[in-house]
């Protein structure tokens, strides 16, 4: 192949390879090139924000853990925020911080668990999050 034919992409050889980056990226890539066929990449890796609230009587809280495919554990943060409409809604004074935002940057694949003290576990993966497959209140 020949300098100016690679150039001119000439017989260029065909690359099916999965595109790769972050889900934002790979949609302005995609915008500029008027939406083009792809093949996404089995690890596409989104940033998820969820927000929560959980209640129980007392202190007890829940233990938020999301896992990688591969099992690992993956990075997340989970804040509690102030609720002062659950504490009079539940006429608790130790209800002052039932509500939840959990960041984590994972593919749909990664499994969100979440356990209660008294060691109820629930586990969805993202993507079913997304799709709005969310526990139910009777699950924990």
Request: charged share 25%; hydrophobic share 40%.
């Amino acid at each position: 192949m020949t300098a100016v034919e690679f150039l001119l992409l000439i017989n260029a050889p065909l690359q099916f390879d999965p595109s790769h980056g972050t889900e934002a990226q790979l949609a302005t890539v995609r915008r500029f090139l008027n939406f083009p066929m792809f093949t996404p990449s089995p690890a596409v890796v989104s940033k998820y924000r969820m927000s929560a609230w959980y209640y129980r009587k007392g202190r007890n809280w829940i233990v938020a853990t999301v896992r990688n495919v591969d099992g690992t554990l993956a990075q997340a943060k989970m804040d509690r925020n102030s609720s002062p409409d659950l504490q009079s809604t539940f006429k608790d004074a130790d209800a002052s911080e039932q509500r939840i935002i959990l960041d984590t940057p994972c593919a749909d694949k990664c499994i969100l668990e979440i356990e209660t003290p008294e060691g109820q576990k629930v586990e969805r993966t993202l993507g079913e999050i997304r799709a709005g497959k969310v526990a139910d209140t009777g699950e924990l």
